[in-house]
Protein backbone atom coordinates (compact mmCIF):
# COMPACT_ATOMS: atom_id res chain seq x y z
CA UNK A 1 0.00 0.00 0.00
CA UNK A 2 1.22 3.35 -0.33
CA UNK A 3 2.05 5.60 2.26
CA UNK A 4 -0.73 8.14 1.77
CA UNK A 5 -3.24 5.38 1.73
CA UNK A 6 -1.59 3.65 4.59
CA UNK A 7 -2.18 6.90 6.38
CA UNK A 8 -5.17 7.40 5.35
CA UNK A 9 -6.88 3.93 6.64
CA UNK A 10 -4.30 4.77 10.10
CA UNK A 11 -6.56 7.79 10.76
CA UNK A 12 -9.77 6.41 10.03
CA UNK A 13 -8.87 3.10 12.39
CA UNK A 14 -7.83 6.06 15.02
CA UNK A 15 -11.22 8.23 14.34
CA UNK A 16 -13.08 5.45 14.93
CA UNK A 17 -11.49 4.39 18.09
CA UNK A 18 -11.62 7.84 19.51
CA UNK A 19 -15.52 8.34 18.88
CA UNK A 20 -18.19 7.70 21.81
CA UNK A 21 -21.00 6.53 19.71
CA UNK A 22 -22.73 5.62 23.24
CA UNK A 23 -22.46 8.92 24.55
CA UNK A 24 -23.46 10.66 21.58
CA UNK A 25 -27.00 8.09 21.51
CA UNK A 26 -27.58 8.82 25.00
CA UNK A 27 -28.19 12.80 23.79
CA UNK A 28 -30.50 12.28 21.29
CA UNK A 29 -34.34 13.18 22.46
CA UNK A 30 -36.54 12.08 19.17
CA UNK A 31 -36.92 8.81 17.61
CA UNK A 32 -36.41 10.22 14.02
CA UNK A 33 -32.74 11.61 15.37
CA UNK A 34 -31.84 8.15 16.97
CA UNK A 35 -32.71 6.63 12.88
CA UNK A 36 -30.70 9.23 11.67
CA UNK A 37 -27.34 8.53 14.41
CA UNK A 38 -28.13 5.16 13.45
CA UNK A 39 -27.88 5.25 9.65
CA UNK A 40 -24.53 7.72 10.51
CA UNK A 41 -22.84 4.93 12.01
CA UNK A 42 -23.89 2.59 9.90
CA UNK A 43 -22.30 4.77 7.38
CA UNK A 44 -19.03 5.57 9.45
CA UNK A 45 -18.58 1.56 10.29
CA UNK A 46 -18.99 0.78 5.86
CA UNK A 47 -17.02 3.03 5.30
CA UNK A 48 -14.38 2.62 7.69
CA UNK A 49 -14.20 -1.15 7.31
CA UNK A 50 -13.83 -0.55 3.38
CA UNK A 51 -10.99 1.31 4.33
CA UNK A 52 -9.75 -1.30 6.73
CA UNK A 53 -9.98 -4.06 3.91
CA UNK A 54 -9.85 -3.10 0.60
CA UNK A 55 -7.16 0.05 1.35
CA UNK A 56 -4.79 -1.56 3.56
CA UNK A 57 -3.74 -4.25 1.10
CA UNK A 58 -0.93 -4.23 -1.18
CA UNK A 59 -1.61 -4.96 -4.73
CA UNK A 60 -0.57 -8.12 -6.27
CA UNK A 61 2.94 -8.10 -7.71
CA UNK A 62 2.60 -8.73 -11.39
CA UNK A 63 3.91 -12.50 -12.54
CA UNK A 64 5.61 -11.37 -15.92
CA UNK A 65 7.09 -14.41 -16.64
CA UNK A 66 3.98 -16.37 -16.40
CA UNK A 67 2.72 -13.50 -19.58
CA UNK A 68 5.71 -14.28 -20.98
CA UNK A 69 5.52 -17.83 -21.74
CA UNK A 70 1.47 -18.07 -23.22
CA UNK A 71 1.93 -14.36 -25.16
CA UNK A 72 5.78 -14.01 -26.02
CA UNK A 73 8.39 -11.71 -24.15
CA UNK A 74 8.66 -9.30 -27.02
CA UNK A 75 5.21 -8.06 -25.86
CA UNK A 76 5.15 -8.78 -22.39
CA UNK A 77 8.77 -6.56 -22.36
CA UNK A 78 6.82 -3.87 -23.73
CA UNK A 79 3.95 -4.10 -21.47
CA UNK A 80 6.13 -3.95 -18.60
CA UNK A 81 8.42 -1.05 -19.58
CA UNK A 82 4.79 0.82 -19.60
CA UNK A 83 3.79 -0.42 -17.16
CA UNK A 84 7.21 0.64 -14.91
CA UNK A 85 7.58 3.78 -16.38
CA UNK A 86 3.79 5.18 -14.89
CA UNK A 87 4.39 7.59 -12.17
CA UNK A 88 1.62 7.57 -9.74
CA UNK A 89 2.10 11.32 -8.56
CA UNK A 90 2.05 11.66 -4.82
CA UNK A 91 -0.98 13.07 -2.84
CA UNK A 92 0.17 16.50 -1.68
CA UNK A 93 -2.66 17.58 1.56
CA UNK A 94 -3.15 21.10 0.73
CA UNK A 95 -6.55 21.23 2.52
CA UNK A 96 -5.98 19.88 6.25
CA UNK A 97 -2.99 22.98 6.27
CA UNK A 98 -5.83 25.60 5.37
CA UNK A 99 -8.44 23.96 7.62
CA UNK A 100 -6.95 22.64 10.91
CA UNK A 101 -6.69 25.76 13.02
CA UNK A 102 -10.19 26.60 12.13
CA UNK A 103 -11.45 23.22 13.08
CA UNK A 104 -9.19 23.74 16.19
CA UNK A 105 -10.50 26.66 16.49
CA UNK A 106 -14.27 25.37 16.51
CA UNK A 107 -13.13 22.67 19.03
CA UNK A 108 -12.44 25.92 21.56
CA UNK A 109 -15.12 27.38 21.02
CA UNK A 110 -17.31 24.11 21.20
CA UNK A 111 -15.57 22.70 24.59
CA UNK A 112 -16.52 26.82 25.61
CA UNK A 113 -20.15 26.43 24.91
CA UNK A 114 -20.52 23.08 26.23
CA UNK A 115 -18.96 24.59 29.78
CA UNK A 116 -21.45 27.60 29.09
CA UNK A 117 -24.36 25.35 28.33
CA UNK A 118 -23.62 23.06 31.95
CA UNK A 119 -23.52 25.82 33.77
CA UNK A 120 -26.75 27.72 32.57
CA UNK A 121 -28.42 23.79 32.91
CA UNK A 122 -27.12 23.39 36.70
CA UNK A 123 -28.77 27.01 36.99
CA UNK A 124 -31.77 26.04 35.70
CA UNK A 125 -31.86 23.03 37.43
CA UNK A 126 -31.86 24.87 40.56
CA UNK A 127 -34.14 27.48 39.68
CA UNK A 128 -36.70 24.51 38.77
CA UNK A 129 -36.35 23.14 41.94
CA UNK A 130 -36.97 26.44 44.01
CA UNK A 131 -40.02 26.64 41.90
CA UNK A 132 -41.22 23.31 42.74
CA UNK A 133 -40.70 23.89 46.29
CA UNK A 134 -42.23 26.98 46.75
CA UNK A 135 -45.45 25.52 44.55
CA UNK A 136 -45.48 23.18 47.53
CA UNK A 137 -45.29 26.06 50.11
CA UNK A 138 -48.01 28.27 48.08
CA UNK A 139 -50.96 27.98 49.80
CA UNK A 140 -49.22 27.71 53.07
CA UNK A 141 -46.60 30.60 53.16
CA UNK A 142 -47.54 33.84 54.46
CA UNK A 143 -46.22 37.45 52.71
CA UNK A 144 -43.31 37.78 54.97
CA UNK A 145 -42.21 34.18 54.25
CA UNK A 146 -42.28 34.90 49.78
CA UNK A 147 -40.75 38.45 50.49
CA UNK A 148 -37.87 36.95 52.46
CA UNK A 149 -36.90 34.72 50.42
CA UNK A 150 -37.84 37.42 47.17
CA UNK A 151 -36.03 41.03 48.88
CA UNK A 152 -36.17 43.12 45.88
CA UNK A 153 -39.93 42.39 45.46
CA UNK A 154 -40.65 44.01 48.67
CA UNK A 155 -38.35 46.96 48.43
CA UNK A 156 -40.43 47.49 45.39
CA UNK A 157 -43.85 47.32 46.76
CA UNK A 158 -42.53 49.37 49.85
CA UNK A 159 -41.05 52.10 47.32
CA UNK A 160 -44.68 51.62 45.48
CA UNK A 161 -46.88 52.41 48.49
CA UNK A 162 -44.31 55.19 50.09
CA UNK A 163 -44.85 57.12 46.83
CA UNK A 164 -48.69 56.46 46.57
CA UNK A 165 -47.76 54.81 43.02
CA UNK A 166 -50.51 51.97 42.97
CA UNK A 167 -50.11 50.18 39.48
CA UNK A 168 -52.72 52.95 37.66
Known amino acids: M ?10 AFKASKNIDWEGMAKLLVSDEARKEFATLRRAFDEVNTTLQTKFSQEPEPIDWE ?9 LVDMYKEAYESVEVPKFVDTVTPKYKPKFDALLVELKEAEQKSLKESERL ?26 PELKKKFDDEIRNDNWGY
Open 2 to 11: SGTGKKVVDV
Open 66 to 74: YYRKGIGSR
Open 125 to 150: EKEVAEVQEMKKKISTMTADEYFSKH
